[in-house]
């Protein structure tokens, strides 16, 4: 089974600034890889598909990158919507697996 | 408007049994696989299960395996989850996903709020 593996658990930022998530995978998942974001009391709301695509109304401030084993999920500039916690989920194999999730905080 | 909306959980003793429901509207159902997606009260996400459009393919994780059935009823637009012989270890909030595709893709596009399964005496 591919383990993903996110960075760092918690990041505390103003609005405003630039967050950078990363999520690690065991091994390959090619460009299988998506984001999700969700929010206190409700579902996951899908962001990013196959590394670097935005979903369906997910704002340009959404960036989405790398291949392989490393993929980084960039907020440009903070909304005070934003403070979530994000998962990763690959889907190159089965079982398809989410990693264990960033917290993105206001400081 | 997509919706999926669950139903069905509650507090259930442990190896007793539960079934899930959950009633999609705002497209075409039987276009799309589906899933369930579970996350344990403050803990990440899990995929339990998934089947096809014509549910012809269905996956489990090794989790639930021999003990979930996944099904469809694509004339009433609805999915279901048959959950026997529960543990403590199966207490969580059960999300009802949307696949991106006919086939299992694991692309979830869309879920709905879930329902919660707590297995307690």
């Known amino acids: 089974e591919i383990v993903l593996t996110q960075s760092p658990a918690t990041l505390s930022l103003s609005p405003g600034e630039r967050a950078t998530l990363s999520c690690r995978a065991s091994q390959s998942v090619s460009n299988y890889l998506a984001w999700y974001q969700q929010k206190p009391g409700q579902a996951p709301r899908l962001l990013i598909y196959d590394a670097s695509n935005r979903a369906t109304g997910i704002p340009a401030r959404f960036r989405g990158s790398g291949s392989g084993t490393d993929f980084t999920l960039t907020i440009s500039s903070l909304e005070p919507e934003d403070f979530a916690v994000y998962y990763c989920?690959?889907?190159?194999?089965?079982?398809?697996?989410f990693g264990g999730g960033t917290k993105v905080e206001i400081k | 408007e997509v919706q999926l909306v669950e139903s069905g959980g509650g507090l259930v003793q442990p190896g007793r049994s539960l079934r899930l429901s959950c009633a999609a509207s705002?497209?075409?159902?039987?276009?799309?696989?589906m899933h369930w997606v579970r996350q344990a009260p403050g803990k990440g996400l899990e995929w339990v299960s998934g089947?096809?459009?014509?549910?012809?393919?269905?996956g489990y994780a090794d989790s639930v395996k021999g003990r979930f059935t996944i099904s469809r009823d694509n004339a009433k637009n609805s999915l279901y989850l048959q959950m026997n012989s529960l543990s403590s270890e199966d207490t969580a909030l059960y999300y009802c996903?949307?696949?991106?595709?006919?086939?299992?893709?694991?692309?979830?596009?869309?879920w709905g709020q879930g329902t919660l399964v707590i297995v307690s005496s």
């Open positions: 089947i096809s459009w014509n549910s012809g393919t269905v």
């Open positions: 705002g497209f075409t159902f039987d276009d799309y696989a």
């Open positions: 996903v949307k696949d991106n595709q006919i086939s299992s893709s694991w692309l979830f596009d869309y």
């Open positions: 989920q690959h889907r190159s194999n089965w079982p398809p697996h």
